[in-house]
């Protein structure tokens, strides 16, 4: 059971975002004004403070956050970009633009953040408070919309207490948003795609690159399964996973939970003290661990199917997914 937190409200000053900050580098949660609509903050680098954040929207499934930063110089140690992303990014950024890229070398965004993909959305937006908190937090910050999922994204402080007060530590009151819906996604992984359209038209896209943008073959309604890709492309290891496993059989690695761990030959857990936050944090790092190991099979400890865990076991349902 989530436990009930003090929501502060702070209006918009240069305090207000030193203490946003602050509570950004505690690992907690902080939600901001972007000029699209209000995003929900947390380090990007710190996975346990992306799994609160899920567990703050309820997010259904582990699905790519977006992640957002100060500049172009500061995106360019998140992303590889393509001659195509270079120019987009030149011409729209800040703005309401996602651009989906390549993770660069030692992308320092947590596995949990990328749902474990090898890419990575990034955006860099156009308000000063977002602007000011982003450079001087000095990290990246993921920040989906503002409300708990499903629900209509906010653009005041208001809607924001109407759907997470008492779910996180800080919003910051920069009155209403300017542009009112989330913003555009393109993927820059191969010909540029449009993933998910918002505020920055398809046809102003269009005319900078000089020609069309593809569509998304699948088209998908809600920001929670585009950012920063599609869902069926969610990384899943090459070894078969056994599920609810209470032993292990030969030649499997383990993949545990809690501190009754039976043996094996490889290790990883969870979390020894049956923390879901902690679980959810090492899920897809973990996972790559014994993947890389070179282990054909991989037994998962059963994991409790409250609050994070419903997440967490939803993602491992679908990595033991059978596969062509």
């Known amino acids: ?20 900050a602050r509570v950004l580098g505690d690992g907690r949660l902080v939600a901001f004004p972007t000029e699209t609509v209000y995003g929900l903050g947390a380090d990007a680098t710190n996975g346990e403070a992306v799994a609160r954040l899920y567990a703050a929207k309820g997010r259904p499934r582990f699905n790519p956050l977006i992640a957002h930063v100060s500049d172009l110089q500061a995106a360019l140690r998140l992303a590889r970009f393509s001659k195509d992303a ?65 629900h209509v994204s906010p653009t005041t402080a208001q809607h924001v207490l109407a759907d997470l007060g008492g779910r996180i530590d800080l919003v910051i009151d920069g009155g209403a948003t300017s542009v009112g819906v ?19 038209p398809r046809d102003t896209i269009e005319r900078a690159i000089g020609h069309a943008l593809l569509d998304c073959e699948q088209p998908i309604s809600d920001e929670a399964r585009l950012a920063p890709g599609m869902l069926a492309s ?44 902690e679980a ?9 661990a014994l993947d890389a190991s070179g282990v054909r099979a991989i037994a998962v400890m059963p994991i409790p199917s409250d609050g994070l865990g419903e997440a967490i076991n939803d993602r491992l349902a679908r990595a033991a997914a059978p596969r062509p």
Not at 187 to 200: K, N, Q
Not at 256 to 271: D, I, W
Not at 280 to 288: E, I, K, S, T
Request: proline letters at 10%; a negative charge; glycine letters at 8%.
């Open 1 to 20: 059971m989530a436990v009930e937190l003090t929501t502060r409200v702070l209006n918009a000053d240069r305090d207000a975002t030193a203490a946003a």
């Open 234 to 277: 969610h990384y899943a290891p090459c070894a078969s996973l056994r599920l609810n496993a209470v032993d292990v059989q030969p030649g499997e690695a383990l993949l545990a939970f809690g501190s009754n761990e039976p043996p094996a030959a490889q290790t990883r857990n969870l979390s020894p003290r049956s923390d879901l936050v």
């Open 182 to 200: 989330e913003s555009t996604i393109v993927s820059c992984l191969d010909a540029p795609t449009l993933l998910r359209p918002g505020g920055l």
């Open 86 to 150: 270079t120019l987009l990014a030149g011409l729209f950024w800040p703005g309401p633009l996602t651009l989906v890229l390549p993770k660069a070398d030692g992308c320092p965004v947590a596995e949990l953040a990328t749902a474990g993909l090898d890419s990575v959305g990034v955006r860099v937006p156009d308000h000063p408070v977002a602007h000011e908190l982003l450079a001087g937090f000095g990290r990246p910050i993921v920040a989906p919309s503002a409300n708990q999922s499903g």
């Open 280 to 288: 959810a944090a090492n899920l897809f790092a973990h996972l790559r």
